[in-house]
């Protein structure tokens, strides 16, 4: 069936690092690769989203990359900043199919540091 | 803000009784989906609703239903609770192949 892995589960730098959280997912068919940040008690909240046209996507200090030979994605986050820290999920879906369902990951508690 | 709004926003219901939870999608968005997310995990799709049909169901029981209304707003409704329905519902609405938008959940906790 479809899936998402995502990894690591949790992941602590020091303020200034970069962070990186991997997924891979299962269904080839996949074309549409969110990434959403959840705040404790909060909605997930868009941060970036890359389609399968194109390899590698960037946001101030936020890239994604995505590898569709390998089936993977990676979230980079540089320059880390303590509000960066919250719960990061990845997700996949086929934009444009019968069913835009999201496939997510299990998230990854990332920890800044100050 | 996404456009996408939820009520109630927290709700605490007992074994065995039946809970409504409504969303109002963004302007213009004619697809609505439904995700549970149980703390700790990640969100799970409940189904999808476009143009006032479902056209796509996760792995939930028949408990689990909804309906879209012409306005493209949504009612999710769950009958029997059980005490692991207890999760943070989220509504998503979508246009075509655009962006999925998120609403600030309703948090349903089943005692």
């Known amino acids: 069936g479809e899936n998402v892995e995502q990894h690591p589960s949790t992941l602590s730098v020091q303020e200034g690092d970069s962070a990186v959280i991997k997924c891979t997912y ?3 068919a996949s074309n549409y690769f969110p990434w959403y940040k959840q705040e404790l008690g909060k909605r997930p909240q868009l941060i970036i989203d890359i389609r399968s046209n194109v390899g590698e996507k960037k946001d101030q200090r936020i890239a994604v990359t995505l590898n569709k030979t390998a089936k993977h994605f990676s979230l980079h986050i540089t320059e880390t900043q303590p509000e960066d820290s919250a719960v ?3 997700a996949a879906s086929k934009a444009g199919g019968a069913t835009n369902k999201l496939i997510f990951g299990t998230g990854t508690l990332l920890a800044v540091q100050p | 803000e996404t456009g996408v709004t939820q009520s109630p926003t927290h709700l605490i219901k007992t074994r065995g009784q039946q809970v409504t939870l409504r969303c109002s999608s963004q302007s213009g968005h004619n ?3 439904w995700y549970q997310q149980a703390l ?3 969100p799970q799709f409940i189904f ?3 143009r006032e049909e479902e056209n796509g169901r996760g792995n939930f029981p028949p408990r689990f239903s909804g309906l879209q209304f012409p306005n493209y707003s949504s009612e999710l409704n769950v009958n029997a609770l059980e005490l692991d329905d207890s999760a943070l519902y989220l509504c998503a609405s979508s246009w075509g192949e655009n962006t999925i ?3 600030e959940g309703s948090w349903l906790t089943v005692v």
């Open chain 1, 26 to 28: 299962s269904d080839s």
């Open chain 1, 88 to 90: 990061y999920f990845c």
């Open chain 2, 31 to 33: 697809t609505v989906s």
């Open chain 2, 40 to 42: 700790g995990q990640g």
């Open chain 2, 48 to 50: 999808q609703y476009y």
């Open chain 2, 101 to 103: 938008y998120f609403g």
